[in-house]
C-alpha cells in the first residue's frame, strides 16, 4: 500500500509557529512518527509539504500517476479556500483523509468551512498531531 502525506501552508513552521495553538512538534517529528509507524505495517510512505497550492496540486497528480492508494492531508488555510485543491481530489479520485491539529471548529468562524470534508473519507480535527498518527492507523485498518 502506498500512502502519500501532503501538508500545506505554513506547516513547515510547526514547532514554532503558534505553538499555544500548534503544539512544539516540528512536521519532521511528524514524519519520523509516520515512517516508523508504516514501516509496521509495510506500508509505503512518502511526504510533500508545500506553500503553494499549484505545489499541492501537481504532487496530488503525481500521486495518481505512481498509483498512491490513499492520502493524509493537512491542507492549512487552503482547506478554506482551494476548490482548486478540491477539483484536484475529484479528478484523481484518491480517497482521503483530512486532518487537523487544532480544532477548526472553536476558532474563527471563517476557519469552519473546508473545501474538502465532504468529499474525504474521514476528518480529524482538533486531536493535536497525534492526528496525522490516527489517520494512518484508520487506513492501515481499512486495508
Same mark, same amino acid.
Given at each position: 500500500?502506498?500512502?502519500?502525506?501532503?501538508?500545506?501552508?505554513?506547516?513547515?513552521?510547526?514547532?514554532?509557529?503558534?505553538?499555544?495553538?500548534? *503544539?512544539?512538534?516540528?512536521?519532521? @517529528? $511528524?514524519?519520523?512518527?509516520?515512517?516508523?509507524?508504516?514501516?509496521?505495517?509495510?506500508? !509505503?510512505?512518502?511526504?510533500?509539504?508545500?506553500?503553494?497550492?499549484? *505545489?499541492? $496540486? @501537481?504532487?496530488?497528480?503525481?500521486?495518481?500517476? @505512481?498509483?498512491? !492508494?490513499?492520502?493524509?492531508?493537512?491542507? *492549512?488555510?487552503? /482547506?478554506?479556500?482551494?476548490?482548486?485543491?478540491? @477539483?484536484?481530489?475529484?479528478?484523481?479520485?484518491?480517497?482521503?483523509?483530512?486532518?487537523?491539529?487544532?480544532?477548526?471548529?472553536?476558532?474563527? !468562524?471563517?476557519?469552519?468551512?473546508?473545501?474538502?470534508?465532504?468529499?474525504?473519507?474521514?476528518?480529524? /480535527?482538533?486531536? *493535536?498531531?497525534?492526528?496525522?498518527?490516527?489517520?494512518?492507523?484508520?487506513?492501515?485498518?481499512?486495508?
Amino acid at each position: 500500500m502506498k500512502i502519500l502525506v501532503l501538508n500545506g501552508p505554513n506547516l513547515n513552521l510547526l514547532g514554532t509557529r503558534e505553538p499555544e495553538i500548534y *503544539g512544539t512538534e516540528t512536521l519532521h @517529528d $511528524i514524519e519520523d512518527k509516520l515512517t516508523t509507524k508504516a514501516s509496521e505495517s509495510a506500508v !509505503d510512505i512518502d511526504f510533500f509539504q508545500s506553500n503553494s497550492e499549484d *505545489g499541492l $496540486i @501537481d504532487r496530488l497528480h503525481q500521486a495518481k500517476k @505512481d498509483s498512491v !492508494d490513499y492520502v493524509i492531508i493537512n491542507p *492549512g488555510a487552503f /482547506t478554506h479556500t482551494s476548490v482548486a485543491l478540491r @477539483d484536484a481530489f475529484l479528478g484523481t479520485n484518491i480517497p482521503f483523509i483530512e486532518v487537523h491539529i487544532s480544532n477548526i471548529y472553536s476558532r474563527e !468562524d471563517f476557519r469552519k468551512k473546508s473545501f474538502l470534508s465532504d468529499i474525504s473519507t474521514g476528518l480529524i /480535527t482538533g486531536l *493535536g498531531t497525534a492526528g496525522y498518527e490516527f489517520a494512518l492507523s484508520s487506513i492501515t485498518r481499512r486495508g
